[in-house]
């Protein structure tokens, strides 16, 4: 984590902040998100350097989150980083958002947590704690005309064996990607748009393969962005480079492709 810097779900303290409650708005902007870490004892140029947080310190943090309301649980530990102590806080996406501290909304976007200041901030998260499903928003910045991207589209269409003179707001009410409003929701974004890991840093598949079965050297490490349908093909593709497998030719019929592990597994 420290070595992939802060984002969406990592958050960095040098050391306890002289105002406490500096961290208990981050936990409240994890637990308004998908949750994340508060890692204490890394600096600003991802270096760990260790924290020592003595019993009143402690105290201090977990009374500071034991403030946020509704009451929200979060493990508290060090781990130990060749002999430096690295303070972990742990914050789950919370169940019952929204969560505020010190009367305030806070919530992860990007690497920072942002206070929810207007009143249609308010509303669009108060309607997405609504249970309203996230890829159902509306996702104000998408422009049909500039941000779709083109190739992606393409093959859409073409899979779906529709015309390309069925203007794109039509397929899009088609396919229940606008609000009634007429507004882009967040699917359409997502599987449509270039590039949406823009705005959606978190829409992405991360594939890794490690040495051994301890999870610890990382070999190969590859993000895919992009709309999700082109994700899918890629993470397929880089599964399957990563796979052994075997051909068994029968007399004159086609080759039989025995994977060592079923591609379908992933699929």
């Given at each position: 984590?420290?070595?992939?810097?802060?984002?969406?779900?990592?958050?960095?303290?040098?050391?306890?902040?002289?105002?406490?409650?500096?961290?208990?708005?981050?936990?409240?902007?994890?637990?308004?998100?998908?949750?994340?870490?508060?890692?204490?004892?890394?600096?600003?140029?991802?270096?760990?350097?260790?924290?020592?947080?003595?019993?009143?310190?402690?105290?201090?943090?977990?009374?500071?989150?034991?403030?946020?309301?509704?009451?929200?649980?979060?493990?508290?530990?060090?781990?130990?980083?060749?002999?430096?102590?690295?303070?972990?806080?742990?914050?789950?996406?919370?169940?019952?958002?929204?969560?505020?501290?010190?009367?305030?909304?806070?919530?992860?976007?990007?690497?920072?947590?942002?206070?929810?200041?207007?009143?249609?901030?308010?509303r669009?998260?108060?309607?997405?704690?609504?249970?309203?499903?996230?890829?159902?928003?509306?996702?104000?910045?998408?422009?049909?005309?500039?941000?779709?991207?083109?190739?992606?589209?393409?093959?859409?269409?073409e899979?779906?064996?529709?015309?390309?003179?069925?203007?794109?707001?039509?397929?899009?009410?088609?396919?229940?990607?606008?609000?009634?409003t007429?507004?882009?929701?967040?699917?359409?974004?997502?599987?449509?748009?270039?590039?949406?890991?823009?705005?959606?840093?978190?829409?992405?598949?991360?594939?890794?393969?490690?040495?051994?079965?301890d999870?610890?050297?990382?070999?190969?490490?590859?993000?895919f962005?992009?709309?999700?349908?082109?994700?899918?093909?890629?993470?397929?593709?880089?599964?399957?480079?990563?796979?052994?497998?075997?051909?068994?030719?029968?007399?004159?019929?086609?080759?039989?492709?025995?994977?060592?592990?079923?591609?379908?597994?992933?699929?």
């Open positions: 984590m420290v070595k992939g810097g802060e984002g969406y779900n990592v958050d960095f303290k040098r050391s306890v902040p002289s105002k406490v409650k500096e961290i208990s708005d981050e936990v409240v902007g994890f637990a308004n998100a998908s949750g994340g870490y508060v890692l204490i004892g890394v600096d600003n140029e991802n270096q760990i350097v260790g924290a020592e947080i003595d019993n009143n310190k402690r105290s201090a943090i977990q009374d500071t989150i034991g403030e946020i309301s509704p009451a929200l649980k979060c493990d508290f530990y060090p781990v130990d980083v060749e002999g430096k102590n690295v303070w972990v806080i742990d914050v789950p996406s919370g169940k019952d958002k929204p969560y505020i501290s010190g009367g305030i909304i806070y919530v992860r976007e990007g690497a920072n947590c942002q206070k929810l200041r207007s009143a249609e901030e308010m669009a998260f108060f309607a997405e704690c609504a249970k309203i499903f996230y890829d159902a928003i509306p996702c104000k910045w998408f422009d049909i005309n500039e941000d779709i991207d083109p190739r992606n589209f393409k093959e859409f269409m899979k779906a064996h529709l015309s390309n003179t069925l203007p794109i707001k039509q397929l899009f009410d088609n396919l229940e990607l606008n609000t009634d007429g507004i882009p929701k967040n699917a359409a974004a997502l599987f449509f748009g270039r590039e949406p890991e823009r705005k959606f840093p978190h829409a992405i598949i991360r594939c890794l393969r490690f040495k051994g079965l999870k610890v050297h990382i070999i190969d490490d590859k993000t962005g992009g709309p999700l349908y082109q994700q899918y093909l890629d993470a397929l593709s880089w599964i399957e480079s990563k796979l052994e497998v075997e051909y068994i030719i029968k007399g004159t019929g086609p080759r039989q492709e025995i994977w060592e592990i079923p591609l379908d597994v992933f699929k």
